[in-house]
Antibody
């Protein structure tokens, strides 16, 4: 079955760029799904960051759009997140997730990575 | 943006209780509503999609209902493993701007 695994630095300096990768195994990133990033600050709720289709089409959270870039590497079956100009407010567990069309045009996050903690600190 | 508001924010209940969690959207989202369960230190798990469809492998004591702006997640008979935080999530916006509710923490009474 499809599995997702996040990887990347656990510590990023303020004003720097957070970079994470999500490796997709057990299936193809070129399937008819959207691939998302979701984050969760310590003790808080879930926030959608953005998503990408294998074609390269993207959608971003309007509140983060100016700082976010999501890209896909079909040759490596993975997708990536870059978040620039980070501050302590970007400290969170970052999850990658598959957005699957389960009913018509309604999609849900049916597969999640285990999450990776990223701390923004000098 | 479409805002999702869950109530209550926290809830205490006992094993065997029937529990209902409500999610309200700031505008109509048809049935573009999903429910997730999250346990401490774990990724969220999909329970219900499209407002009322049970995800494969999820116990039948979980059910969802609603359409438009008002939705509910019901657990018919709480089990010890159900104590967790529950989130609703919409994907109706065009262009897509997915949003989650703030979460409902279900605790043991």
């Amino acid at each position: 079955q499809v599995q997702l695994q996040e990887s990347g630095p656990g510590l990023v300096k303020p004003s720097g760029t957070l970079s994470l990768t999500c490796a997709v195994s057990g299936g193809s990133i070129s399937s008819s799904n959207w691939w998302s990033w979701v984050r969760q600050p310590p003790g808080k709720g879930l926030e959608w960051i953005g998503e990408i289709y294998h074609s390269g089409s993207t959608n971003y959270n309007p509140s983060l759009k100016s700082r976010v870039t999501i890209s896909v590497d079909k040759s490596k079956n993975q997708f990536s997140l870059k978040l620039s100009s980070v501050t302590a407010a970007d400290t969170a567990v970052y999850y990658c997730a598959r957005g699957n069309y389960l009913v018509g045009a309604i999609r849900a996050f049916d597969i999640w990575g285990q999450g990776t903690m990223v701390t923004v600190s000098s | 943006d479409i805002q999702m508001t869950q109530s209550p924010s926290s809830l205490s209940a006992s094993v065997g209780d029937r529990v209902t969690i409500t999610c309200r959207a700031s505008q109509s989202i048809s049935s573009y509503l999903n429910w997730y369960q999250q346990k401490p230190g774990k990724a969220p798990k999909l329970l219900i999609y499209a407002a009322s469809s049970l995800q494969s492998g999820v116990p039948s004591r979980f059910s969802g209902s609603g359409s438009g702006t008002d939705f509910t997640l019901t657990i018919s008979s709480l089990q010890p493993e159900d104590f967790a935080t529950y989130y609703c999530q919409q994907s109706y916006s065009t262009p897509p701007a997915i949003t989650f509710g703030q979460g409902t923490r279900l605790e043991i009474k």
